[in-house]
């Protein structure tokens, strides 16, 4: 399960806000002041189908908390006159976007293994009409999808090196969207890199930092650019085994820097937010006999 917290502020004004509205009178330039708490449950199962091959499935739950705020730009409270067209105080949830991925792992040379990973997206998420034509049409809408709406083809790529207490890895994952779904949305096309050590303390507990550059495209609306950006991250995380059948996980991952894409100048373009902290914690129960018991002597 992972959970975040998220502040969104950004100018609004004329046309843009509310383009009908504005036509009949003054809005001033004012500020959205959103924030949005994010909570993921991440259900997932891998088998291993023999000769390096493992087949795994991921259907994640989330629960998003919003509430937004207005202001003017001297920080008085502001009450727009175009309501909670844009946003408003609720609480979002349900089935977001699943994922397969088939992978096989070997070991070229000893200590290093190598791994490659091919998938897709599963669009169970909940999908949105095109919010920036809603916006045209003085229309109530929404930003926060669940889903894309389209299945999303993946790939991986990791290499790692291991000793009894130390291990290095690099990978590389990806995300080339092909169609958008029926309502107009194509989600963006993405590149995520890592890299960094892990160390074993004690034979339960090891931990593992990395560094990671993602890198993502504008998602388009009717091929309108929105969005996009550049940001380089890290995380740290920790994995305790209980036995060998169950391990405890946790995880924090930042963003150190962003960048976003600029395509319009609009003040009503969402872009991106930025997730500063994000911090996780898991179960992994590993289904089967144990080493332990398969070279067991039968009784």
């Known amino acids: 399960m992972s959970g975040t917290g998220v502040r969104i502020q950004h100018e609004a004004f004329c046309p843009e806000v509310a383009p009908l509205l504005c036509a009949q009178q003054e809005i001033p330039v004012h500020l959205h002041d959103q924030q949005i708490t994010w909570f993921r449950l991440e259900p997932g199962l891998t088998a291993g189908l023999g000769k390096g091959f493992q087949l795994s499935l991921m259907v994640p739950v989330d629960l998003r908390v919003v509430r937004v705020d207005y202001y003017t730009l001297e920080g008085a409270v502001f009450e727009p006159p175009y309501d909670d067209i844009h946003h408003r105080n609720e609480t979002l949830g349900g089935l977001t976007d699943g994922t397969w991925m088939l992978r096989w792992y070997n070991m070229p040379l000893p200590k290093v293994l190598i791994g490659v990973g091919l998938g897709s997206s599963l669009p169970f998420g909940k999908t949105e009409e095109d919010p920036f034509q809603l916006t045209e049409q003085g229309l109530t809408h929404q930003h926060l999808q669940l889903g894309s709406g389209t299945f999303v083809p993946g790939a991986e790529l990791s290499l790692m090196w291991m000793s009894p207490r130390w291990t290095f890895w690099l990978s590389a994952a990806g995300r080339l969207p092909l169609y958008s779904n029926k309502k107009g949305y194509q989600p963006p096309r993405s590149l995520n890199l890592s890299a960094g050590p892990g160390f074993r303390v004690v034979k339960p507990f090891q931990i593992l930092g990395t560094l990671d550059l993602l890198s993502e495209s504008a998602e388009l609306w009717h091929d309108v650019p929105y969005g996009g950006r550049t940001a380089i991250g890290g995380s740290l995380s920790g994995m305790y085994s209980l036995n060998e059948h169950l391990v405890l996980q946790a995880q924090l991952r930042g963003t150190f820097a962003q960048w976003n894409m600029s395509h319009h100048d609009t003040a009503e373009e969402e872009g ?25 002597p039968a009784p």
């Open 272 to 296: 991106s937010f930025v997730q500063r902290v994000v911090g996780m914690a898991g179960l992994s129960w590993t289904f089967g006999k144990s080493r332990e018991e398969e070279e067991a």
